[in-house]
DNA sequence: CTGATATTTCATAGTTTTTTCATAAATGCC
DNA sequence: GGCATTTATGAAAAAACTATGAAATATCAG
């Protein structure tokens, strides 16, 4: 798995190392920038910065601007650093869309328990938000599905289960699983409900109905290569 | 295939079971601690547990010096339940090597979608599912198999019987004992049954096949070198 | 309540796997 | 080498499992 890249953002090179080790030790991939101006610059380069790690205090560019100008295009998660606990400076942050706001000094422990709760959060949302694997896009909040481009209407049930197919891609699923999962865990019905709802969403996926595969004695397997 | 420990730790016994309940139908085999005494207690005499669920209000050690204690010798991934949404606690919990962090009253499923996510990770960064040998390599998540990179379609008995082959490499079985592992110990069919499988898969392993030697009067073995 | 839709159940046909069996080949022993 | 025993092989029977269409049941909006 490739690392995750963190952006830090200081003047003072004592703090970005810091920063950095502490970061580093967990195992993320660290970019470091002295000020605004060369943090844009880095921004725009690296093409997938996780997070960035924001002084306000610097030359040039001040931490404000190059927020403000960072969101206008992303929502990259940011986390602001500024040396007095000021609640107006707070304030503002949270307008421009500023994810966590911490106040030096800090401990680096906590900075790094922030880093790992945001990107967490971030990544669940991603998650929740849309799923996609070889031609197949699901929308979660709009309850939403194309194929190749094509929508398509999906019942709840064949909603749910397509789901769980992508978001395990690659791995077999036995039926008892599958019913865990995607019907109530109390649920005591019959495990051939599943076989149906794999008919119609293997018509309703079309070619790309294929994807869904049956392990034979055990269940089945979403998979978009092989 | 073993099951995996999950050590549930809670005061209240109507949680444990609620919880317990659950994993036990993903397959799990739950451990249970009242307080956070056996909760060490048990965490310590048991050798392979996988996961710890951590209620932090408890009677004699509460949630947190369990976490810190165990942090002190274990990795073990920890997942912290608490009754209030409280930020600070979070924190805390980050700092001291919490996982997770999830707050009462939960849903069961996230609950368990939560566990599986971390054992999931936890065992990605352990060793993938796979076992390999001499070119052969056996994906058990996925229910897939490679000989020299080219995939080969094994069913159900057939994968079961590799998959003990390469777990006992170089160790002679005799058919008793693999029926007894592969086949179920209630089985009464005819041992050479054997035979026809192992034809099978040394025919689908092609050149590979010849790993699997024949051990006369005796029973196979699966050897790459010799 | 009614009609439309979604979900589940069920019977059956169609597949694939597993087992059995007969025979051929191989092995160990005298 | 010859004999008894064990294993390999191919084919066929038996068993297990899945796909499918249709009917029954549940759900929900109006």
């Not at 007095?84 to 307008?95: A, H, T």
Request: proline share 2%; net charge negative; aromatic share 8%.
């Amino acid at each position: 798995m490739d690392r995750v890249k963190v952006l830090v953002v200081d003047d003072e090179s004592r703090m970005r190392k810091l920063v950095r080790d502490f970061l580093m030790r967990d195992n993320f991939d660290v970019l470091e920038a002295g000020d605004g101006e060369e943090a844009l610059d880095l921004f725009y380069r690296e093409k997938d910065i996780a997070l960035i790690i924001l002084d306000i205090m610097m030359p040039k560019i001040n931490g404000w601007d190059v927020c403000r100008e960072i969101r206008e295009t992303s929502k990259t998660p940011i986390i602001m650093l500024t040396a007095k606990g000021d609640e107006n400076d707070e304030l503002q942050g949270f307008e421009l869309g500023v994810d966590e706001y911490i106040a030096k000094p800090f401990s680096p422990r906590i900075l790094v328990a922030r880093v790992e709760a945001i990107l967490r959060r971030a990544s669940h949302m991603a998650e929740e938000e849309c799923a996609q694997a070889g031609g197949i896009v699901m929308d979660k909040a709009a309850h939403l599905v194309t194929v190749d481009g094509e929508r398509v209407e999906l019942s709840y049930k064949e909603f749910e289960l397509l789901s769980y197919f992508i978001e395990n891609q690659g791995i077999a699923l036995s039926r008892e699983k599958i019913l865990n999962h995607v019907w109530n865990y109390d649920y005591f019905g019959d495990a051939r409900t599943i076989d149906t709802h794999v008919k119609k969403l293997r018509n309703k996926l079309g070619k790309r109905g294929s994807y869904i595969r049956t392990i034979w004695g055990m269940g089945y397997k979403f998979e978009v290569n092989g």
